[in-house]
Nanobody
Framework: QVQLVESGGGLVQAGASLRLSCAAS????????MGWFRQAPGKEREFVGG????????YYVDSVKGRFTISRDNAKYTVYLQMNSLKPEDTAVYYC?????????????????WGQGTQVTVSS
């Protein structure tokens, strides 16, 4: 399985931007679809979005569409989550996830490897 390490979280004010990074181990990174999930206190983990193995397909949950962008650099074994116009309701621990598939169908159930998470806090 691929090992994942997130970074880039922090405390920001509403309206600010953050970019999360997720570095993956191993040369098989390009075989994996990548996703981002988040979990706020007292809530279930939520699928934020994903990107296919070659970047040809992306998916975003409605609440982040137009504000968040997922991208990947297969040469650097890294996936990114650019978050703009942050809102207090975006406050959560953000997790990177991987699922080994060449499918362009980015359903949340295909992700089975997880990072340790990084905290994002948005103050009002």
């Amino acid at each position: 399985q691929v090992q994942l390490v997130e970074s880039g979280g922090g405390l920001v004010q509403a309206g600010a931007s953050l970019r999360l990074s997720c570095a993956a181990s191993g040369r098989t990174f390009s075989r994996y679809a990548m996703g981002w999930f988040r979990q706020a206190p007292g809530k279930e983990r939520e699928f934020v979005g994903g990107i296919s193995w070659n970047g040809g397909s992306t998916y975003y949950v409605d609440s982040v569409k137009g504000r968040f962008t997922i991208s990947r650099d297969n040469a650097k074994y890294t996936v990114y989550l650019q978050m703009n116009s942050l809102k207090p309701e975006d406050t959560a621990v953000y997790y990177c996830a991987a699922g080994r598939t060449y499918s362009q169908d980015l359903r949340p159930t295909l992700f089975d490897s997880w990072g340790q998470g990084t905290q994002v806090t948005v103050s009002s």
